[in-house]
């Protein structure tokens, strides 16, 4: 069964260093998604691409975070510095398509900011 | 925005007895509602899903109901086993807001055998 993947699992760094996080959504899907989950929380969206082009990235702290799918299939989201409250799991999701479309998620990253 | 809320945030049950867990949402033009269910250390996996021209579904043990009047839909699961055992998360989303989805905030099942 095709999955999302996701590098690396787990990630530890200390404050104002920069972060790189890589996801491969699963072969086909058009729609990739980045979520932010809180320990305790559900996720919450920060990007979401249609092929290459960003489609909402309302919630994406443009001041340190950054996002990128250059050629519409995999896609990196950096986070430069990192702040203590950046500590989360980064979620990487994908669908078919974009309207109403079942969306899978992968193992996820988890970040400790120290 | 849409905003969904969802309880219990915890939920202990023995084995063998069924579990419901209830969220509500608030924008009427939400029209896709999925449940998922999130492992320690894994990504939420998708288990059942339903949109807004149903009230209701049914797959084996799990099944979910949806009330449009009153925005609210609601997780069922009978027989509980212990690996029933996670955190389960529901979530709505609208075709206006381009698939995104919000979450309510989960239920921690406990099933003791």
């Known amino acids: 069964e095709a999955e999302v993947a996701q590098s690396p699992r787990y990630k530890i760094t200390e404050k104002s260093q920069a972060v790189a996080f890589w996801c491969d959504p699963i072969?086909?899907?058009?729609?990739l998604y980045w979520y932010r989950q809180i320990l305790g929380q559900g996720p919450e969206l920060l990007v979401q691409f249609q092929d290459e082009s960003v489609v909402d990235d309302s919630q994406l702290p443009k001041d340190r975070f950054s996002a990128e799918r250059l050629k519409g299939v995999d896609s990196t989201l950096k986070i430069q510095p990192a702040e203590l409250g950046d500590s989360a799991m980064y979620l990487c999701a994908s669908s078919l398509a974009i309207i109403g479309d079942t969306q899978y998620f992968g193992p996820g990253t988890r970040l400790t900011v120290l | 925005g849409e905003n969904v809320e969802q309880h219990p945030s915890t939920l202990s049950v023995q084995e063998g007895d069924s579990a419901v867990i209830k969220c509500t949402y608030s924008?009427?033009?939400?029209?896709?509602f999925p449940w998922y269910k999130q492992e320690l250390g894994k990504g939420p996996q998708l288990i059942i899903d339903?949109?807004?021209?149903?009230g209701e579904k049914k797959d084996q043990r799990i099944a979910v109901t949806l009330n449009k009047t009153a925005k609210h839909f609601s997780l069922h699961i009978t027989e509980t086993q212990p690996e029933d055992s996670a955190v389960y998360f529901c979530a709505a989303s609208t075709n206006n807001a381009g698939n995104m989805l919000t979450f309510g905030g989960g239920t921690r099942l406990m099933v003791k055998p």
């Open positions: 072969s086909g899907h058009a729609t």
């Open positions: 924008d009427s033009a939400s029209n896709y």
């Open positions: 339903i949109r807004s021209n149903v």
